[in-house]
């Protein structure tokens, strides 16, 4: 199965997006989900994992904690990615996926995931 990302686009340095993960065909709310992006010249990189309904536990890499929030809507079937103060080095295309070690730590491991969407910071 796969996960849609959605809600990149250009915004100047300092400024806010909100990513989307929505489902094709299964329920979120059994899984663990993380973002990771991919940058031109950079490794894969897991920014936020979220575990799975029945735990709390968020986890952020050192680049994006305190600007961007992770957050799920079981009821909706939909995990966000608010980022704030957004600066050029956050410009990559963003993906979301299966965590399949639970969030137990950013370990860039994924079950399966979709197309990103693209993220670029300039002025």
């Known amino acids: 199965f796969q996960l849609q990302a959605s809600g990149g686009g250009l915004v100047q340095p300092g400024g806010s997006l909100r990513l989307s993960c929505a489902p094709v065909?299964?329920?979120?709310?059994?899984?663990?989900i993380g973002w990771f992006r991919r940058a031109p010249g950079k490794e894969r990189e897991q920014v936020s994992c979220i575990a799975s309904s029945s735990a709390t536990r968020m986890r952020y890499a050192d680049s994006v904690e305190g600007r961007f929030t992770i957050s799920r809507d079981d009821a909706k079937n939909m995990v966000y990615l608010q980022m704030n103060d957004l600066r050029p080095e956050d410009s990559a295309v963003y993906h979301c996926?299966?965590?399949?070690?639970?969030?137990?730590?950013?370990?860039?491991?994924?079950?399966?995931w979709g197309p990103g969407t693209q993220v670029t910071v300039s002025s």
């Open positions: 996926g299966t965590d399949v070690l639970d969030c137990r730590g950013l370990h860039n491991a994924f079950g399966s």
């Open positions: 065909g299964f329920t979120l709310a059994d899984y663990a």
